[in-house]
């Protein structure tokens, strides 16, 4: 009789932490998605691979990080702060940085020199942070940091992550009402599947790439501001999540907001489970793994479609 | 009275000159054709006159207003609308949605209502599909929907590049017949067409381009019974 | 045309004799040391802090008066940053030898690029002084020119079990089970494979072997298999973001433990403590040097590096300085900056007193293959000092902080 309660409440236990690990995979899955939406963006209307997409990132984070550290806010209430300033920061590199190099190659489907431009900015912000900020590592204690919701069975959910599973599904619900419903939205949306067509509707293009780059960075600066609260703060930790991001936004459809998203969840859910059942070097393997088969099979990503890219 | 006058005209891509000193003259009101084979550069033309790219000479004249170098957003703004070739519709978008992007311009805006209740009735069709993804209809509706949404502009000037391509001859008849139409609303029509028999007998005047500059000129009824035209174009 | 060939002769010789002159004059002057360690990248905290290390030496060395046996030559330091990639040392060093003609060379900390690029060293039979990078195999290759300070890696897997073994005595508490969680890299490879035998021939039961890839972006699923696995002893091998990621974790999921066994590394790094606060309380680390050392010296050469950089000396840097300090007497000793009596004068120097001898042990002295015979160890823990985290000396017992007894086991918050 004991044996068997014993090998019950042992399997208990190993079902516990497995349920633990999918919500953690399902929470931390969601953020990722929310890092890798502003980069599906960008591409999605553009067509430009940003390669500073990371360096944004950190942005985001270090103007989160110091916005709570010097005023002690809670950190959620720093979002309408840096969320908008990262907007105009998005804005305002497309328009000076960028568009003169896309003005030069305006016949060029993918201009490649544009890429090596976005290359740049990554180096450039990269070491700027490095050379302003220093090599440190900073952790930002909020009012949130640390704290946990204690579900039954002892499974414990990470507050930071929570909200930021959150906000990844409200952010993702207004960008889509933004997208259908908007005038703005719907320039973008054609923009995005003919470009010379919508300048044909009188679309500035310029106009509309500088304000979907905008929102590509207003949304990884959410992203930032939903990582301060449990992630520490350096100048190299964009590369972290950028490769992330790279993998999810081919995984979920070139452009796709919602394959962004789900993209995410299933990565973190591969990376949190998978850890279970092998040492988590190897899931790094199994998410590449699945990049690459879900290439051969359906080349353009879980929501991607054939005709632009 | 000239609406819109192309006078010597150069462009090009890189160092591949397509139009050479083209100068052609749009009357008010009038359908005009350009016709001519493959690659002598008619659309290049279009591309040029919507500010798509640039010209490396000559001026363009609408309504006395020069307008070469104007971006695409100013040139629809003027009232010029291109309906372009292969249609270009937004194919993830719905027939909706695509006649509301031809009402883009704030000018357009103002009078989207009272236009889309137009545009549908030209093309009943339309409405009945208004929810439905662009992408999905058939040829003939995509060519509905493209016309329509340049309608939705409000056009002092109609720009078609090959609009009947690719569609069956009971709906190339239709295509013209709807042009012929649209031009009786006292819109000024450019129509670049492939197809010169059905362009020339609805056109008021025409062009013939050859290699990128204008060999011959005259009234559509003149061009058809022309025996260049009939055994070049029309293979007779 | 014709008028110039003549005239050619002599404009190249006149070039040379002043090149060589340049060169001479240059040689007098300042003696080039090629550093090469991480200055951007996963290890630039600890790479900026062995920069700092050398810089304020070289200050120290210049301002008495620089080589006196080189007509008070000034050290000159160049530096190159590896990025902690391999190929990028073994280029920098290819350049430093070749190019800028350095007397020495130092770094790399990342064993992984200290192997190949040392290996350069050797085939152009250039001085390459190792402050930190514990790689055995290092100094096991029958080398001439490297010259390691720092300890070798199964030392410091030796000590962690040595104190574990001394503790389980000292606090009659017995431990049975214990889990491996360490960086993918050569260096957490490294410490594992030598913690797999001690833990075999200590009679404990592994019951977690978990490499991680030091820059994963979320550790928690390791943190729930170190909870699943319930170990009475947790040994780490972390770079620094990843000890703060898994530190705060550890305390957030509240797993439970006996002991938390750090390595050096990221647990040594002073950002490391800033940035996790109380959730450190407990947790054993072990490092070439603590800042309660009882030796000469040491309080103020720390007290001066933190007036200087905002942070105090850590087990990397001060060997870093210590090795600055070497390669003088070094100089001194050989009176020339040819790579080859430099090389005699480090392989039979011994460096025990002087601001440089800050470290641990009494002396360095380098055996034939060029590893410090008497390179030691110290086991810290990690002390809420009324309200401050500080990190106390605890082994071995001689060495331990004046009235601080360990916590063994763990308290359970």
């Given at each position: 009789?004991?044996?068997?309660?014993?090998l019950?409440?042992?399997?208990?236990?190993?079902?516990?932490?497995?349920?633990?690990?999918?919500?953690?995979?399902?929470?931390?899955?969601?953020?990722?998605?929310?890092?890798?939406?502003?980069?599906t963006?960008?591409f999605?209307?553009l067509?430009?691979?940003?390669?500073?997409?990371?360096?944004i990132?950190?942005?985001?984070?270090?103007?989160?990080?110091?916005?709570?550290t010097?005023?002690?806010?809670n950190?959620?209430?720093?979002?309408?702060?840096?969320?908008?300033?990262?907007?105009?920061?998005?804005?305002?590199?497309?328009?000076?940085v960028?568009?003169?190099?896309?003005?030069?190659?305006?016949?060029?489907?993918?201009?490649?020199?544009?890429?090596?431009?976005?290359?740049?900015?990554w180096?450039?912000?990269?070491?700027?942070?490095?050379?302003?900020?220093?090599?440190k590592?900073?952790?930002?204690?909020?009012s949130?940091t640390?704290?946990?919701?204690?579900?039954?069975g002892?499974?414990y959910?990470?507050?930071?992550k929570?909200?930021?599973?959150?906000?990844?599904?409200i952010?993702?619900?207004?960008?889509f009402?933004?997208?259908?419903?908007?005038?703005?939205?719907?320039?973008i949306?054609a923009?995005?599947?003919d470009?010379?067509?919508?300048?044909?509707m009188?679309?500035?293009?310029y106009?509309i790439?500088?304000?979907?780059?905008?929102?590509?960075?207003?949304?990884?600066?959410?992203?930032?501001?939903?990582?301060?609260?449990?992630?520490?703060?350096?100048?190299?930790v964009?590369?972290i999540?950028?490769i992330?991001?790279f993998?999810?936004?081919v995984l979920g459809?070139?452009?796709?907001?919602?394959?962004?998203?789900?993209?995410?969840?299933?990565?973190?859910?591969?990376?949190?489970?998978?850890a279970?059942?092998?040492?988590?070097?190897?899931?790094?393997?199994?998410?590449?793994?699945?990049?690459?088969?879900?290439?051969?099979?359906?080349?353009?990503?879980?929501?991607?479609?054939?005709?632009?890219? | 009275?000239?609406?819109?006058?192309?006078?010597?005209?150069?462009?090009?891509?890189?160092?591949?000159?397509?139009?050479?000193?083209?100068?052609?003259?749009?009357?008010?009101?009038?359908?005009?054709?350009?016709?001519?084979?493959?690659?002598?550069?008619?659309?290049?033309?279009?591309?040029?006159?919507?500010?798509?790219?640039?010209?490396?000479?000559?001026?363009?004249?609408f309504k006395?207003q020069?307008?070469?170098?104007?971006?695409?957003?100013k040139?629809?703004?003027?009232g010029?609308?291109?309906?372009p070739e292969?249609?270009?519709?937004?194919?993830?978008?719905s027939?909706?949605?695509?006649?509301?992007?031809?009402?883009?311009?704030?000018?357009?805006?103002?009078?989207?209502?009272e236009?889309?209740?137009?545009?549908?009735?030209?093309?009943?069709?339309?409405e009945e599909?208004?929810?439905?993804?662009?992408?999905?209809?058939?040829?003939?509706?995509?060519?509905?929907?493209?016309i329509?949404?340049?309608?939705?502009?409000?056009?002092?000037?109609?720009?078609?590049?090959?609009?009947?391509?690719?569609?069956?001859?009971?709906?190339r008849?239709?295509t013209?017949?709807?042009?012929?139409?649209?031009?009786e609303?006292?819109?000024?029509?450019?129509l670049?067409?492939?197809?010169?028999?059905?362009s020339?007998?609805?056109?008021?005047?025409?062009?013939?381009m050859?290699?990128?500059?204008v060999?011959?000129?005259?009234?559509?009824?003149e061009?058809?019974v022309?025996?260049?035209?009939?055994?070049?174009?029309?293979?007779? | 045309?014709?008028?110039?060939?003549?005239?050619?002769?002599?404009?190249?010789?006149?070039?040379?004799a002043?090149?060589?002159?340049?060169?001479?004059?240059a040689?007098?002057?300042t003696?080039?040391?090629?550093?090469?360690?991480?200055?951007?990248?996963?290890?630039?905290?600890v790479?900026?802090?062995?920069?700092?290390?050398?810089?304020?030496?070289?200050?120290?060395?210049?301002?008495?008066?620089?080589?006196k046996?080189l007509?008070?030559?000034?050290?000159?330091?160049l530096y190159?940053?590896?990025?902690?990639?391999?190929?990028?040392?073994?280029?920098?060093?290819?350049?430093?030898?070749?190019?800028?003609?350095?007397?020495?060379?130092t770094?790399?900390?990342?064993?992984?690029?200290?192997?190949?690029?040392?290996?350069?060293?050797e085939?152009?039979g250039?001085?390459?002084?190792?402050?930190?990078s514990?790689?055995d195999?290092i100094?096991?290759?029958?080398f001439?020119?490297?010259?390691?300070i720092?300890?070798?890696?199964?030392?410091?897997?030796r000590?962690?079990?040595?104190?574990?073994?001394?503790?389980?005595?000292?606090?009659?508490?017995?431990?049975?089970?214990?889990?491996?969680?360490?960086?993918?890299?050569?260096?957490?490879?490294g410490?594992?494979?030598g913690?797999?035998?001690l833990?075999?021939?200590?009679?404990?039961?592994?019951?977690?072997?978990?490499?991680?890839?030091?820059t994963?972006?979320?550790l928690?699923?390791?943190?729930?298999?170190?909870?699943?696995a319930?170990?009475?002893?947790?040994f780490?091998?972390?770079?620094?973001?990843?000890?703060?990621l898994?530190?705060?974790?550890?305390?957030?999921?509240?797993?439970?433990?006996?002991?938390?066994?750090?390595s050096?590394?990221?647990?040594?790094d002073?950002t490391?403590?800033?940035?996790?606060?109380?959730n450190?309380?407990g947790?054993?680390?072990?490092?070439?040097?603590e800042?309660?050392?009882?030796?000469p010296?040491?309080?103020?050469?720390n007290?001066k590096?933190n007036k200087?950089?905002?942070?105090n000396?850590?087990g990397?840097?001060v060997?870093?300085y210590?090795?600055?300090y070497?390669?003088k007497?070094?100089?001194?000793?050989?009176?020339?900056?040819?790579?080859?009596?430099?090389?005699?004068?480090?392989?039979?120097?011994?460096?025990?007193?002087?601001?440089?001898?800050?470290?641990?042990?009494?002396?360095?002295?380098?055996?034939?293959?060029?590893?410090?015979?008497?390179?030691?160890?110290?086991?810290?823990?990690?002390h809420?000092?009324?309200?401050?985290?500080?990190?106390?000396?605890?082994?071995?017992?001689?060495?331990?902080?004046a009235?601080?007894?360990?916590?063994?086991?763990m308290?359970?918050?």
């Amino acid at each position: 009789m004991s044996g068997t309660a014993l090998l019950y409440t042992d399997w208990l236990d190993e079902m516990e932490i497995i349920f633990e690990s999918l919500l953690n995979g399902l929470l931390m899955g969601s953020i990722y998605g929310l890092t890798a939406v502003g980069l599906t963006l960008i591409f999605g209307v553009l067509k430009v691979i940003n390669f500073a997409h990371g360096s944004i990132l950190m942005v985001g984070m270090y103007a989160a990080y110091w916005c709570i550290t010097l005023t002690g806010m809670n950190p959620y209430l720093a979002i309408p702060i840096v969320v908008p300033l990262m907007f105009y920061f998005g804005y305002f590199m497309q328009q000076f940085v960028i568009e003169p190099v896309f003005k030069v190659e305006k016949d060029v489907r993918e201009p490649i020199t544009v890429i090596i431009v976005t290359t740049g900015v990554w180096y450039i912000l990269d070491n700027l942070a490095l050379m302003i900020f220093g090599a440190k590592y900073r952790v930002v204690h909020t009012s949130v940091t640390g704290k946990l919701f204690e579900l039954p069975g002892d499974i414990y959910l990470l507050q930071p992550k929570v909200y930021g599973f959150i906000l990844t599904f409200i952010s993702g619900l207004l960008l889509f009402w933004f997208l259908k419903t908007t005038l703005m939205g719907k320039a973008i949306r054609a923009t995005s599947l003919d470009r010379d067509a919508a300048s044909l509707m009188g679309v500035n293009q310029y106009k509309i790439y500088r304000t979907a780059f905008g929102i590509g960075t207003a949304v990884t600066g959410l992203a930032g501001c939903v990582l301060v609260p449990f992630y520490s703060v350096y100048p190299s930790v964009g590369i972290i999540f950028d490769i992330r991001a790279f993998i999810i936004v081919v995984l979920g459809g070139l452009g796709s907001i919602p394959g962004a998203i789900l993209g995410g969840i299933i990565v973190g859910i591969i990376e949190s489970v998978g850890a279970m059942y092998m040492p988590s070097t190897w899931t790094e393997l199994v998410i590449y793994g699945l990049f690459l088969l879900l290439l051969f099979i359906k080349p353009t990503g879980l929501f991607g479609s054939k005709h632009d890219f | 009275m000239s609406l819109l006058k192309i006078d010597r005209l150069n462009t090009g891509y890189g160092d591949i000159q397509v139009l050479f000193d083209l100068s052609i003259e749009v009357h008010q009101g009038e359908v005009l054709s350009i016709i001519g084979a493959n690659g002598v550069g008619k659309t290049t033309l279009l591309k040029t006159l919507s500010g798509l790219m640039p010209a490396s000479s000559g001026t363009v004249y609408f309504k006395d207003q020069e307008i070469q170098g104007l971006p695409p957003e100013k040139i629809v703004g003027l009232g010029i609308i291109q309906i372009p070739e292969g249609r270009r519709l937004f194919s993830l978008m719905s027939v909706l949605e695509n006649l509301e992007m031809g009402a883009y311009t704030p000018k357009a805006r103002a009078r989207k209502d009272e236009r889309l209740k137009e545009v549908y009735q030209i093309f009943p069709r339309l409405e009945e599909r208004k929810n439905q993804l662009a992408g999905t209809l058939s040829g003939g509706e995509q060519q509905m929907v493209a016309i329509g949404r340049g309608l939705m502009a409000g056009p002092e000037m109609l720009m078609l590049d090959e609009p009947s391509m690719g569609l069956s001859p009971v709906l190339r008849e239709e295509t013209f017949r709807v042009v012929k139409k649209i031009a009786e609303t006292g819109v000024t029509i450019m129509l670049i067409e492939q197809d010169v028999k059905h362009s020339l007998s609805i056109s008021d005047r025409a062009y013939v381009m050859e290699r990128g500059e204008v060999v011959m000129e005259g009234t559509g009824a003149e061009l058809l019974v022309n025996p260049h035209i009939r055994k070049a174009y029309l293979g007779i | 045309m014709k008028i110039l060939r003549p005239m050619l002769v002599p404009v190249i010789a006149l070039t040379m004799a002043l090149g060589t002159l340049g060169v001479a004059q240059a040689a007098s002057k300042t003696v080039k040391i090629g550093n090469i360690i991480p200055l951007s990248g996963p290890s630039a905290s600890v790479g900026i802090q062995g920069k700092n290390a050398r810089e304020m030496a070289v200050q120290e060395i210049n301002d008495a008066g620089g080589i006196k046996a080189l007509g008070g030559a000034k050290l000159e330091m160049l530096y190159a940053d590896s990025k902690s990639d391999p190929t990028a040392g073994v280029s920098a060093a290819e350049q430093m030898i070749n190019s800028d003609k350095v007397a020495l060379l130092t770094g790399c900390w990342n064993s992984a690029v200290t192997y190949p690029t040392t290996q350069v060293a050797e085939r152009y039979g250039i001085p390459f002084v190792v402050p930190v990078s514990v790689r055995d195999t290092i100094t096991e290759r029958g080398f001439k020119n490297v010259f390691r300070i720092a300890a070798k890696d199964s030392w410091w897997t030796r000590d962690q079990f040595a104190f574990l073994k001394d503790m389980e005595k000292e606090f009659g508490t017995k431990i049975k089970t214990v889990a491996f969680v360490y960086e993918n890299g050569d260096w957490g490879t490294g410490f594992a494979a030598g913690w797999k035998k001690l833990a075999k021939a200590a009679g404990y039961k592994v019951v977690l072997d978990e490499p991680y890839p030091s820059t994963a972006s979320d550790l928690t699923p390791v943190v729930l298999k170190i909870k699943r696995a319930k170990p009475d002893v947790l040994f780490l091998t972390s770079n620094a973001s990843d000890a703060i990621l898994l530190t705060n974790t550890l305390a957030n999921m509240k797993v439970h433990l006996k002991a938390i066994i750090g390595s050096g590394g990221g647990h040594a790094d002073p950002t490391f403590l800033k940035a996790v606060g109380k959730n450190a309380d407990g947790i054993f680390d072990i490092v070439e040097w603590e800042t309660d050392l009882n030796k000469p010296g040491v309080k103020e050469a720390n007290a001066k590096f933190n007036k200087l950089y905002g942070y105090n000396l850590a087990g990397e840097a001060v060997d870093a300085y210590a090795s600055t300090y070497l390669i003088k007497e070094a100089l001194e000793k050989a009176a020339s900056t040819d790579p080859q009596k430099i090389r005699q004068a480090l392989a039979n120097i011994k460096l025990c007193s002087g601001p440089g001898a800050i470290f641990s042990y009494e002396c360095i002295d380098f055996d034939k293959d060029g590893q410090n015979k008497n390179a030691a160890l110290v086991v810290v823990q990690i002390h809420n000092d009324n309200g401050t985290m500080k990190r106390f000396s605890v082994w071995p017992k001689a060495a331990r902080h004046a009235g601080y007894t360990p916590t063994f086991p763990m308290a359970n918050k």
